[in-house]
Every structure is written in C-alpha cells, then in structure tokens.
C-alpha cells in the first residue's frame, strides 16, 4: 500500500475516533407527519414534458448559432504530427476549425473524486487540445464549427491528422495494479481481524473470481453544451448534472472571475453519473464559441458519447467466504481490481463486503491498472454494484455449498453496527425488507434443488440478492421568495434528472411551509442562485431538504421581525413559539396569522430569504446506507440459452418515502438497467487498439419493454430518526444486487454457474 493510500486509512480511522464526539442530527417533524410527504402524487412536470414544452440543453437556439462537431483521434496514445484542415475550411459553411495549434489558451483543472479536486467538476485532468499528445483512442483532436449540423458533420469528416503512435496499456493485468488512495471516499485497503486465521479454521469455504465488462450509461438525452460569449461574460447551457462544479470549473479554465460565469442545466433527459462531471466536449464548446466569436452548440452522437465520454469500469473480484457450523460468517476476503487513468479515479467494487454482513474479519482490498483509455466515470451504484454481483453470487454459492436458504443465510449474518468502523447505524431495516420481499415473492415455495421446475423446453429458476448503497447528505443551498400573495418559490442549483426531485421537494416544502402544493414553484438548474454540491450520490432529495428546513426557519424570524412594528397578534413571539401551518404562522393555541396578511400589514410585497443545508454531523458519527432485497424469476430455454426473466419483487429499505409513485419508478428503473448489466451490457474495446467496436445502440444493447417483466416494488418506509425528513437517497439503490439475483436464479433454473457478465447463451450452452 503506497504512501497516498495509507496516508487516507490513517485519516479515515482517526476521523472514526473523532465522530464519536460529535452530535446527532436534528430530529425532523416531518418524518413522523401525514401530509404531503409520503402521498402518491404524479410528477409535477409530467404534462410539459409529454407536451414538448421543456427545453433541454440542446433545444437552445440562441442568434447567429454555429454548430460543432470533434474528430476523435484513431490511436489509443501518441503524439499528433500534423493537422491538415484545408479541405475542411474549403468546406460549405465552415466557420472555423480548432486544433491544438489555434486553440485558446485553458489551464488545467482537478479530476472531480480524486484527491486533487474531490469537489471539482473536471472528468480528468489532462490537458485536451491544448498539447500535441493523445491519451486515449477517440479523444478529440479537432472541433470543426460550421452553418449547420450536417455541414459540420461533413467537414469533420475532412480533416486529416497524422499520428506517431507509442504503446498503450489497454489491459487490465495483476502486474501493473496498485493501490489507490482511496476508491471514492472509502479506504482501499481494510483488515479486520485475522481473517486468514479464520479461513484455516473455518467448518465450510467458498472461493471464486466474478468479472464484469465495460458498461455506458447511454442515457436518453446525448451529451450537449451551447455556449455564448458576451465579451467576457459566459454563458452555458448544459446537460451537466453539477450546474455550480461547472461553473467554477470553466471561470478556472478561462481565467474568469466566477461571477462572469453562468451556468444553466434546469432539466436533463436521465444522466446516471454519466453527467456528474464534465468531459472534454464541455470546455472545447466555450472555446470553440471563443474562437469562432459567435455561439456555439455541440452535441455528441451516440458514437461519440462512447468514446468522448467515460462509463463504468471493468472489474474482476476474487471472493473468499468462511462460516461457522451455524451459517454464520466468520471470514470474508474480497480482492478487487479495476481500471483508472491518470487521474486515478477508482470505484470501491469492496463496499457492501465492507458493510453488508456480520463478520469479525474481513481483508477487502480494491487495486486499480492504469490504462490508456478514456477516464471511467461514476454509473449508478458506482462500485458497489458490480461489487455487489461477486458478493451476493459468493454468498448464493455458500447458501447451497451448506444446503441452506439463502434467504436464512443472509439472516443470520445481519449486523447489529458497521462490521468494520463499530459505528451504529442512523437506521437499518434490512431484515424488514428481506421478510417484505419474500412474502410478496413466494419465496417460500421455491424449488429446493436445481433443474428440477421444467415448463416445456424452459427452465425455471429463482434466486434472491440483497442490495446496499452509501447514504449521503452534501452541501446544498436555497434562495426562498414568499410573495405577498401566499406563494412561494424555491430556487436551487439542482436540476431535475428524470428522478421526481421537483415534485419531491413541492411535497415536502408544502408541508413544511403549511401551504397547498400549488402554491409551491420549485426552479432548479442555475448555477447563480447559491453554492450546491449535489452531482449525484442520490443525495437530493435529503440534501435540499435540509436546506429547504433552514430556509424555513430564517423565513420565521424574517416574518416575527416584520410583525414586530404591527398591530399582529405574532408581535413579541420567539420562533420556538410558532408553527408553520394554515398557510401562515400560528401558535399552538390558534394565535396568529396568514402569510399573506403578515406581509399586508407590513405592507411588503415578498420576503425572501436563503437557506443552507446544516453540517451532516450524523453521518460522520454513525453509517447511514439504503438497503433492499431483490427476487428474480428467470426462464432459461434449453435449446438456445436464451434467458428471459418472468417475474419480480423488490423490498426497500430507504427511510421515509417522500413520493412514493416517484420512488417506485426510480426503483424500477434501476432494475432495469440491472437486468441489462446482467444479460446483454457490455463494452467490446479492440485492445490491439484501443477502440471501441459495439459505440452504437444496434450493437450495445440495452433491455427494451420486451425484455421486461411486471415489477412489484414495496418499501419498508420506516423514517430514519437521523435525516432530513427521514429520508434517505435511493435513487441509486434499485440497481445494486440485480445481477447477482438474476445470476443465482439461472443456477437455481440450470445448476450452471455463471461468474462473468453478461449472460449470454454462448455460456449456457
């Protein structure tokens, strides 16, 4: 273990020490009242969306708008030698063409997650269109601005660039690992107790080794920047899931004071981490607009979203599982390895064997290769979901290696603290979940043996998976305008990614403020209203919650000062003594006011006033983590291989379900893509090359309504007593543990164990 990494173990241990000392988290109200919070509600911007009135980044069409498209680069690393763009700039329409040699100038930014710039918004460092180098296979080398798109297009097509190509690492190999210094926040490197003692005296062991391949995103909405100079004002319109990141990030990479930079992201057509950060087309746009003097649009085909934009890394885990007599675990060895470049940006594949089960030694180890690719990028689930596949089939494989339900396996290795800080948990109702899941399932008349529930040339199997996924609460602010009218508007830096999160937080702001939910507006995606750091980590819905709450409370001083020099029967109140209800703010015995008449008294015509999201002591104190349990049916034809699964049951434990018709579809669509992770995903990378030969829908594919059966989501919904609202984030939840689920039922249908995704008939037959 290198110095950087032992460097953060020592500090994470030590900040372990330290939050013992620190508070618990604020007890919310909220998370034990009826109201809004918790009511099936259907999406507030349902009906602009179906109707084509939300505009996304790419509907932008500001005046005398030039479009761009990148050349991507044919080698994985090297130099450019030369840049011929003659017939290009002879081409219809073209406006300019920028290379490295007539690029501005942009200076370099910290990777976002990496220790140079934890909070930054950059993707990778490197120095792109600014140096002759080449780091990756489909790096951009030019950008050609034209008249059109189509223009643009052909022109791309023009440009020729000479290369001296060197030797690339394109592979992941034991020989070239090491030890990162930290996998997103977690240590890399963890021993608990003597877990090699443990395996020697074990009474049963399984060992195996699970891969998962390269996975994109592939979201709805393709990657698109439109930026516009005015002078030395920026503006930028963007799918970027960190409004505030980018601007800071951009007013660095120009040298621009950060007032002058505006960024604007209000909707985005799904981003699963994909838009966390920004990739190189984001900064090439502005400069292109630059050089071209004139605004810009670039959006990235789906080709290029391939190669310009990261997905999810590689990753091979060899998992090592001991027990007592008793099932229960008395040792869990899991090494992993990825990929990462440069920038060393690596996953934690380690996570739920560090926290998912009762264990009193534990060696998780996560290593990374670096590569001569593009950076990986955060996926849903980031790390822990592959992680996950290779821990929960481990764990399917003792379950039958002890002639043991797997459902009682997971039982009995339940914890009552974190297996490895000792920390409480702010909540856990995983055993919850596990029982919710399995009544609604059937679980219990699942076929006890293999092969043995035949349906014509089917097979039919069942298997089961629990999922988990780290909880955060970040850093979250809020500008508040209550009008004279009675309304209020919320602005924040968020957006909205397709999750529910603005008819989330109208439920819950209504509640809070006393007021119908349509007298609530909620306006996301600017990134001048205040500072927010919410890219992801389905943080928020918690997250401005808390914020939302401290707006709410500076509101009521802001309202009792106001009363103060009136006739109002709030005047001399102390805001322990008012309530937010009825549209005003009363005391408990029916003293008071409405909104509206506060401010007619005080003869105003709004008030507005700013909220920030409080430290997340209880966070740091105890382990907060989202847990679920997944129950597949799967149908396995004996001819081809082909498998189909049938049928679905899902139970969630995520704290307080704010809007329960969004949090289902967000469940659902998770499973989703964790159906697709188990039987199709997969990136085909040419490592003579560097390239990728599947960058297209018709050959990376992706589960369609045919591949989908009826999913039943249930939800233990029992509040967190340490979280805004008591809530927790699961937006990334759903997916964790589909695949293994999936996997473990094609063993139960087959009795053919299948330990490297996706699976394809090729390996059923």
């Known amino acids: 273990m290198n110095v950087a990494a032992r460097g953060f173990s020592l500090a994470t241990r030590a900040m372990g020490k330290v939050a013992r000392l620190l508070p618990d988290g604020r007890h919310d109200p909220l998370s034990g009242q009826s109201g809004e919070v918790g ?10 969306k179906v109707s084509g009135r939300v505009r996304y980044t790419a509907d932008r ?95 791309a097509r023009l440009v020729e660039v000479c290369y001296a190509p060197e030797p690339a690492v394109l592979t992941m190999t034991d020989e070239t690992a090491h030890t990162p210094a930290h996998s997103v926040l977690e240590e890399s490197k963890t021993v608990v107790g003597d877990p090699h003692a443990a395996l020697a005296g074990a009474a049963a062991t399984v060992q195996g080794v699970y891969t998962t391949p390269p996975e994109y995103h592939n979201a709805l909405e393709l990657h698109a920047t439109v930026a516009t100079w005015d002078g030395d004002d920026l503006t930028v319109h963007d799918t970027s899931q960190y409004p505030y990141g980018l601007k800071e ?66 990753t091979r885990s060899s998992i090592t599982l001991a027990v007592d007599t008793d099932g229960r675990l008395t040792a869990i060895v899991h090494d992993a390895l990825s990929t990462c470049t440069t920038d060393e940006f690596a996953e934690a594949a380690i996570a739920s064997s560090r926290h998912l089960y009762a264990c009193p030694n534990i060696a998780a180890h996560q290593r990374v290769t670096r590569v001569d690719r593009i950076q990986n990028a955060f996926f849903r689930g980031p790390g822990v979901t592959p992680g996950s596949f290779a821990m929960e089939s481990a764990m399917d494989e003792l379950a039958w290696d002890l002639g043991m339900d797997p459902l009682e396996l997971r039982l009995r290795n339940e914890p009552g603290r974190d297996p490895i800080s000792g920390h409480r948990f702010t909540s856990r109702h995983l055993r919850e979940a596990y029982m919710l899941g399995a009544e609604a399932f059937r679980w219990s008349e699942r076929a006890p043996t293999q092969r043995c529930t035949p349906d014509g040339r089917w097979l039919v199997g069942q298997g089961m998976a629990a999922a988990i996924n780290p909880d955060a609460v970040l850093i979250a602010a809020v500008r508040l305008r209550l009008c004279a009218d009675g309304t209020i508007t919320i602005h924040s830096s ?75 029967p709030l005047a001399g109140r102390r805001p322990v003594e008012v309530e937010t209800r009825d549209e005003g703010l009363f005391t408990r015995d029916g003293q008071g006011e409405t909104y509206r008449r506060i401010l007619e008294r005080a003869g105003r015509d709004h008030v507005e006033v700013t909220g920030k999201s409080a430290v997340p002591y209880q966070t740091v104190k105890r382990t907060t983590s989202t847990y679920g349990a997944h129950f597949a049916e799967v149908r396995v034809d004996e001819d081809t291989g082909e498998v189909r699964v049938s049928r679905w049951a899902g139970a969630f434990d995520g704290g ?24 199709m995903e997969e990136t085909l990378l040419d490592e003579r090359s560097g390239r990728i030969v599947n960058a297209s829908l ?10 989908v059966p009826d999913i039943e989501v249930h939800f233990v919904n029992l509040p967190d007593p340490q979280t805004p609202l008591g ?9 964790v543990g589909v695949a293994a689920a999936i996997a473990n039922a094609v063993y139960h249908a087959t009795g053919k164990r299948i330990r490297d995704l996706p699976i394809t008939p090729d390996k059923l037959l």
């Open 39 to 48: 009511r099936d509600v259907d999406r507030l911007d349902g009906p602009a």
């Open 61 to 155: 069409l500001p005046a005398r708008l030039a479009y761009a498209v990148a050349v991507p680069s044919t080698i994985a690393k090297g130099r450019i030698t030369a840049v011929d763009s003659a017939r290009a700039l002879a081409a219809p329409g073209v406006v300019v063409v920028m290379t490295h040699e007539n690029a501005p100038p942009m200076k370099p930014t910290g990777a976002y997650a990496t220790l140079k710039g934890p909070v930054a918004a950059a993707a990778m460092s490197l120095p792109i269109m600014n140096t002759d180098r080449v780091f990756w296979h489909g790096q951009p080398v030019a950008v050609v601005v034209a008249e059109t798109q189509e223009q643009a297009e052909h022109a």
């Open 249 to 314: 990030m951009l007013a660095k990479k120009f040298g621009l004071p950060l007032e002058r930079v505006h960024v604007l992201a209000p909707y985005i057509g799904g981003g699963f981490g994909g838009k966390t950060t920004a990739w190189p087309h984001v900064a090439l746009t502005v400069a292109a607009a630059k050089l071209a003097g004139r605004p810009v649009k670039l959006v990235l085909s789906r080709a290029h979203t391939f190669h310009m934009t990261g997905g999810r890394a590689p």
């Open 494 to 568: 968020t957006n909205e990614l397709g999750a529910g999160t603005s008819t989330a937080q109208v439920q819950a702001a209504a509640q809070r403020f006393g007021v119908p939910m349509e007298k609530i507006r909620f306006l996301q995606g600017d990134s001048d209203v205040a500072k927010t750091r919410i890219p992801g980590a389905s943080a928020a819905t918690t997250t401005l919650a808390s914020a939302i709450w401290n707006a709410r409370d500076r509101l009521i001083r802001e309202l009792l000062t106001l009363a103060k020099a009136t006739g109002s």
């Open 656 to 679: 307080r379900i704010v809007s329960p018709k969004q949090a289902a579809s967000q469940m659902r669509g998770g499973i989703i893509q964790g159906i697709g992770m188990a039987l």
């Open 698 to 707: 018709a050959e990376y594919h992706i589960p369609t309504h045919a591949d």
């Open 727 to 735: 809530a927790k984030g699961i937006g990334e939840l759903g997916i």
